[in-house]
T-cell receptor, first 112, second 113 residues
Framework: GENVEQHPSTLSVQEGDSAVIKCTYS??????FPWYKQELGKGPQLIID?????GEKKDQRIAVTLNKTAKHFSLHITETQPEDSAVYFC???????????FGTGTRLQVTL | GAVVSQHPSRVICKSGTSVKIECRSL??????MFWYRQFPKQSLMLMAT?????????EQGVEKDKFLINHASLTLSTLTVTSAHPEDSSFYIC?????????FGSGTRLTVV
């Protein structure tokens, strides 16, 4: 089955700096790669996603890049703010009705 | 956007009793729902996939007789933890799939005492 690795496990950045989180996946059939933000005691919230026919997608301060050949995708957050502090999960899926396989999560802390 | 309502948000039950958790898609129909369990500081682990009108598909190692899943309509799926024990204490999260997007509920913190 699919295996998703995520790095780093923790990341501390100063407010205004950029943060990058990287994930690799094993199943070449995976074609959907969402990123979720999870705050303490809450469910994951989709922040951005990308499908395999696209190499990059951007939404304001958040961007995701996908390298299908290398089987890795990354989340980029620019101009970080304290409210960006949370746990971020990457995930991968092989189809529209398939289960999501999650990465191990990255705890991001944005310090003042 | 799509909203998934999950209840209760917190529940404490005595060992040996059963607990039901509801997951509703409020403004869309979901033919497929997923149930996850998350232990502290860990990732989400898929427990089962639920399709409306059919039996749930459980992941390896998940006891189907202990974690009963019912997906009777396109907007409601329930997870019942039967004969709960302290080791079942965890954060349970549902997810509904529609239009290729997975929307998550707010989670249920189950504590078994």
């Amino acid at each position: 089955g699919e295996n998703v690795e995520q790095h780093p496990s923790t990341l501390s950045v100063q407010e205004g700096d950029s943060a990058v989180i990287k994930c690799t996946y094993s199943d070449s059939a995976s074609n959907y790669f969402p990123w979720y933000k999870q705050e303490l005691g809450k469910g994951p919230q989709l922040i951005i996603d990308i499908r395999s026919n696209v190499g990059e997608k951007k939404d304001q301060r958040i961007a995701v890049t996908l390298n299908k050949t290398a089987k890795h995708f990354s989340l980029h957050i620019t101009e970080t703010q304290p409210e960006d502090s949370a746990v971020y999960f990457c995930a991968a899926s092989t189809g529209t009705a398939s289960k999501l396989t999650f990465g191990t999560g990255t705890r991001l802390q944005v310090t003042l | 956007g799509a909203v998934v309502s999950q209840h209760p948000s917190r529940v404490i039950c005595k060992s040996g009793t059963s607990v039901k958790i509801e997951c509703r898609s409020l403004d869309f129909q979901a033919t497929t729902m997923f149930w996850y369990r998350q232990f502290p500081k860990q990732s989400l682990m898929l427990m089962a996939t639920s399709n409306e009108g059919s039996k749930a598909t459980y992941e390896q190692g998940v006891e189907k007789d202990k974690f009963l899943i019912n997906h009777a309509s396109l907007t409601l799926s329930t997870l019942t933890v039967t004969s709960a024990h302290p080791e079942d204490s965890s954060f349970y999260i549902c997810s509904a799939l529609a239009g290729g997007i997975y929307t998550f509920g707010s989670g249920t913190r189950l504590t078994v005492v």
